[in-house]
């Protein structure tokens, strides 16, 4: 019995130590973003500032473009996400439940691209980009995250798990294959569309690399690259940066908290992408 | 409604798996057919070639006297009824019903009607707003044949469609299934791999065995009337007893299997079948069913008689299935039925009588029937 009771005790506290681990830096942050004192590196660290403002808030508001990047942000965000659950479940049905030649080879190779660090594309990337004309627009912003093979992967892996039986009842009852896939299999789906979107959302929301070399102009900045500007060489507005810092991750924390049963059952289902 | 020809219907995976090899049935109209045979006979292959669902690789298939082997599944003009139900779990039950008619674009009112009016038949009126997951297997089963039932297809197929109940419900639906082949009049392909389902429900039985049918009867004629040993061994619970033996020719024919020994009866042209077999091994088959306790059963005369020693009764409630060995000789048990009125102990030494009517022989090398 009091075994079991110390080990308990020894299991909440390394939990407990975890979450400060992980939330303490989020809670700092937010803490420098209310303080209205520009220097924000006294010592011991206060948590609790001992002047209130809401002034960085505005400030961000105020004298930076925030409108256009959080525009910029929304719209490939959107866009992305979109287009991540409709192309990765069509290719995912399409590798689940369709027979055509190739098919194996196609999907290993997919599968293989995603040995490649993404670094390694970079390059690649821009130069296809900038011989299309697309370097700082927002095509050029969009195109390469319109599906991902990881998407791919995951829906094909859900589709897998229909029955075969529903497919051929559908057959039956007379629906076409694009319509089986869209009247019978999308609806079945909804958890694993719903991680997609999840993942694709946060993932373009959060996206700093490629924008940041596909951008040269801050109107098309997105949130993660304009908030990066604000570390310039000679001084860092650290309550302006945290202010603006918060704001970003508003979206992703509530979709986290809507989503939640989803964001786990992906994570169980996929087993990738953290 | 239709009939629904199979003429050497084939099918081959790959290049040298032979799933199916040579199918010839003729279902006729408003009959109700039974495929039945063991796991990996080819039945359930073969009702799938008949709903399209799989590729005819050679031969030919008529429903309705049209040739359908290139024709896709949606125009066949069938519906069936599969084993895990397969409904759509995001549609209610008056959707997984409706759905069909809708796909073919038939008008609201009558798509309300026919839904309606299966509904009534399963018994489904109050469930029509749930969804799948919210009901029973026995009421899931009943939508998928309801969903089958709207379409009013020229043939129904239905493929295990009462293995995933339990037992009770599963004779339940059984008799429900009839009723309604009796109701609708239509021609009904049914597959199972229970012989007992197969029995009291076909009109006409196709057994299969490793993708050759073996028999197309009726129920009692398979029964009484096996055309080879697997038949015989496979329609009957418990199942026709077999006793390897020779036939050997002194003053009369006689089959001799250890201390077994009768002679060969003359009627039914017995003799004249077995001669050609003396001095040969030959497979003896009796019913547990069709023994009986001579000192119990005086009545019957023309027997032949053997000396049994039970080793283990199991009484069922109306009548007892005994296990037992041929005295002399310890060999596989074999099995008679008796009324549960007469009771056996281990070891007790019976005699037994058969009637000669129901005498059966295999070839030993061809399993096929002799007499």
């Given amino acids: 019995m009091k075994k079991i009771k110390l080990q308990k005790l020894l299991f909440y506290g390394v939990l407990l130590l975890m979450t400060f681990i992980y939330i303490g830096p989020f809670l700092f942050s937010l803490s420098i973003s209310f303080n209205a004192e520009q220097d924000v590196f006294s010592w011991p660290i206060k948590l609790i500032p001992d002047e209130w403002t809401l002034d960085n808030y505005q400030r961000v508001w105020r004298d930076l473009p925030f409108g256009q990047w959080l525009f910029n942000s929304i719209a490939i965000t959107i866009v992305q996400t979109i287009t991540n659950v409709f192309f990765a479940s069509l290719a995912g049905f399409a590798f689940a439940r369709l027979e055509f030649p190739g098919k194996n080879i196609i999907f290993a190779v997919l599968l293989g691209s995603l040995m490649i660090p993404g670094i390694i594309l970079l390059v690649p990337k821009f130069i296809i980009l900038n011989e299309f004309y697309l370097i700082n627009t927002y095509a050029g912003l969009m195109l390469p995250g319109l599906v991902t093979v990881v998407n791919i992967f995951l829906m094909k892996q859900f589709f897998e798990t229909i029955p075969k039986d529903l497919e051929e009842a559908a057959l039956i009852d007379g629906c076409s294959y694009f319509r089986i896939f869209w009247q019978i299999f999308l609806p079945v789906s909804k958890p694993a569309l719903a991680a997609v979107a999840i993942y694709t959302f946060q993932g373009s929301w959060n996206e700093f690399m490629w924008p940041v070399i596909v951008t040269t102009t801050r109107d098309m900045f997105t949130l993660p690259v304009g908030m990066a500007f604000l570390k310039n060489e000679f001084s860092v507005q650290w309550p302006l940066l945290m202010a603006g810092t918060i704001l970003i991750s508003l979206p992703t924390l509530a979709i986290f908290l809507f989503f939640q049963k989803y964001f786990v059952q992906g994570v169980a289902s996929a087993g990738l992408k953290g | ?371």
Avoid: W
């Fill in chain 2, 1 to 371: 409604m239709a009939n629904v020809e199979l003429q050497q219907l084939k099918k081959v995976y790959g290049k040298d798996v032979v799933a199916i090899k040579g199918a010839d049935v003729t279902i006729k109209d408003k009959e109700f057919v039974v495929l039945v045979g063991p796991s990996g006979c080819g039945k359930s292959t073969l009702l799938r070639m008949i709903a399209g669902l799989e590729e005819i690789s050679g031969g030919e298939l008529f429903i309705d006297g049209d040739k359908v082997n290139d024709v896709s599944p949606k125009d066949r003009d069938i519906a069936m009824v599969f084993q895990n139900y397969a409904l759509y779990p995001h549609m209610t039950v008056f959707e997984n019903m409706a759905f069909g008619l809708k796909l073919r674009k038939y008008p609201k009112t009558e798509i309300k009607q026919r839904v309606e009016d299966a509904a009534k038949i399963l018994g489904l009126t109050e469930y029509l707003d749930r969804r799948p997951k919210e009901m029973s297997g026995g009421q899931r089963q009943r939508v998928a044949i309801g969903r089958a039932l709207v379409r009013q297809p020229k043939v129904f197929l239905f493929d295990e469609p009462l293995s995933n109940l339990d037992a009770k419900l599963r004779v339940q639906m059984r008799i429900e299934i009839k009723r309604l082949h009796q109701q609708l009049q239509a021609t009904m392909i049914y597959v199972t791999h229970d012989q007992i389902e197969a029995m009291t429900m076909g009109d006409k039985i196709v057994v299969l065995k490793d993708g050759y049918v073996q028999q197309v009867d009726s129920p009692m004629n398979l029964f009484n009337n096996p055309a080879n040993k697997f038949v015989a061994g496979f329609i009957g619970s418990p199942s026709m007893n077999f006793l390897e033996g020779k036939i050997e020719k002194n003053d009369e024919l006689e089959f001799v299997a250890g201390s077994v020994r009768f002679g060969i009866p003359d009627q039914l042209g017995l003799q004249e079948k077995l001669n050609p077999f003396v001095g040969k091994g030959i497979i003896f088959g009796f019913r547990p069913e069709y023994l009986y306790d001579k000192s119990k059963e005086t009545s019957k005369q023309l027997s032949v008689d053997m000396n049994i020693i039970v080793d283990v009764t199991e009484p069922v409630g109306s009548e007892a299935y005994n296990y037992f060995h041929f005295s002399g000789k310890e060999e596989i048990t074999f099995c008679f039925r008796s009324s549960s009125a007469y009771e056996y102990q281990a070891g007790q030494e019976v005699v037994v009588g058969l009637d000669i009517d129901r005498l059966r022989f295999f070839d030993i090398d061809t399993e096929n029937r002799i007499a």
